[in-house]
């Protein structure tokens, strides 16, 4: 990155510009890619500062329905006159390649939303705020389905608490970070398993999560179905992993077992619906609307088991109405290498989530659903916490909480209000350094899994 940022001060001509903003372009929009240029541009003339003097680049960008946007973007001040910087003299010049590189790579990691602030202080948006849903599943696995008996207390506990000597990294450490941001979740809580081990141990995530005010919803994993007796529907005898291979009236029948199991267990009646491993499929809508629930947020473009029967006329990527119910799909975005990537909190960088967000927000979003888990802050296999997915996970809140006016944290309580056609919307995006950071961060990840503690 050193020698392309050096590189791209030492060059002079349009082509040669184009050529190396080319590397990034995937990953940026046009206002990006326009900035970028005009950074590009004005490093080209030499770049200078003095201790007091500053220049400012005014970018002129439309947003969407052509209102003007006014950036107004910090340069140190230019050695020689140029089209695209007002020249002024300095008496001390500061090393251009420094101060570039480090204008360049602030600009890169931050994206343009960030390494920008409007020209009147203290404008308000000219778009309303973003709803973004913090959407957690909440589920219980003995690791295999031999000895469940055996396994399902340890299991419990790693999966309810993640108690360690550092803490209680599953639910309640979820819950504190909410909490302590004054944010509210979606938990999309797995019920079947209480069919067969007790309402009590479903009473205790339930009243973890609701007593703070969270959103408690509907999550249903059938792997469960046929470990619970009696049968609950005739032929329930054998293992089928996802929704979508059952019947329409075994769909049915499962959405409302699980909806009286979360019910009986304390929680308010459930309004919203999530699929394990976002399995649904036409049948899955067909069996919400005759169960009464007309909130959905099963559908997943980069899943390879999510709506298989309905890919191709169903958009995947904004909100879609399904047989009387609102559909809101997980976010996707494009990364910094232009792939499709899932907005969750343990397959992304904190700075590919911000930089989606940004995105989001500045081409009109409406609806922005994250994905957690209960588990998600834990190392694979065992209950002690991963520290880069925890850091991640505070980083993302404290934003949120920082940035009220952008984003407004939501809940399915309530159905959500759709007032715009999203088909044919651009996606959101990341930069380069932010996915280039995960890798990094992952690369870590798999070294300390490996500590015990």
């Not at 590189?101 to 990691?109: I, Q």
């Not at 009147?120 to 589920?139: I, R, W």
């Not at 899955?284 to 629930?293: H, K, P, S, V």
């Not at 009220?404 to 930069?431: C, D, F, K, M």
Request: glycine share 8%; net charge positive.
């Amino acid at each position: 990155m050193a020698f392309l940022l050096h590189a791209l001060l030492c060059i002079r001509s349009p082509h040669s510009y184009s050529q190396v903003l080319g590397f990034f372009s995937p990953c940026w929009g046009p206002d990006a890619k326009t900035t970028a240029f005009l950074l590009c541009r004005t490093a080209a003339y030499g770049l200078g500062t003095t201790a007091e003097k500053r220049s400012t680049l005014a970018c002129h960008a439309r947003s969407r329905g052509g209102r003007a946007r006014h950036y107004v973007f910090a340069l140190p001040h230019t050695d020689r006159p140029s089209r695209l910087a007002t020249a002024s003299r300095g008496s001390a010049a500061y090393p251009s390649v420094t101060a570039f590189t480090s204008l360049f790579s602030h600009f890169l990691s931050r994206g343009v939303d960030q390494s920008c602030r409007r020209a009147s202080p203290g404008q308000q948006p000219l778009c309303s705020a973003m709803k973004v849903y913090l959407t957690f599943d909440v589920e219980i696995w003995c690791n295999g389905w031999d000895d469940l008996d055996g396994r399902f207390r340890s299991s419990l506990e790693r999966y309810v608490y993640g108690r360690s000597r550092h803490g209680d990294y599953a639910l309640p450490k979820t819950l504190e970070i909410l909490d302590g941001n004054g944010l509210t979740g979606v938990f999309f809580v797995e019920p079947m398993f209480a069919a067969r081990f007790g309402l009590e141990h479903l009473a205790t995530i339930v009243g973890l999560i609701q007593p703070s005010g969270h959103d408690i919803q509907l999550h249903l994993h059938p792997e469960w179905t046929d470990e619970i007796r009696p049968l609950v529907f005739p032929g329930a005898i054998r293992k089928r992993q996802h929704l979508s291979h059952y019947t329409l009236a075994e769909q049915c029948t499962l959405i409302a077992l699980g909806r009286k199991l979360l019910a009986d267990a304390g929680a308010k009646i459930a309004t919203a619906f999530r699929a394990g491993s976002f399995a649904a499929n036409a049948d899955t809508y067909r069996a919400l609307n005759i169960c009464g629930i007309r909130t959905d947020s099963s559908l997943n473009a980069v899943h390879p088991d999510s709506g298989l029967d309905l890919r191709g006329g169903i958009d995947f990527f904004h909100p879609v109405e399904i047989d009387n119910t609102l559909v809101l799909p997980m976010t996707v975005f494009r990364d910094g290498t232009g792939r499709l990537r899932p907005a969750q909190v343990g397959a992304c960088s904190f700075a590919e989530i911000r930089m989606a967000l940004e995105s989001a927000a500045a081409i009109g979003v409406e609806h922005f659903v994250m994905l957690s888990h209960n588990f998600e802050m834990l190392k694979p296999d065992r209950s002690a916490p991963d520290a880069i997915v925890v850091r991640r996970f505070q980083n993302l809140c404290a934003y949120l909480a920082a940035n009220r006016g952008r984003y407004q944290v939501s809940t399915l309580g309530e159905q959500p209000q759709i007032t715009s056609q999203g088909a044919g919307t651009a996606l959101p995006h990341a930069g380069l350094l932010a996915t280039l950071e995960r890798h990094g961060e992952q690369a870590l990840r798999r070294v300390f899994a490996r500590s015990r503690t």
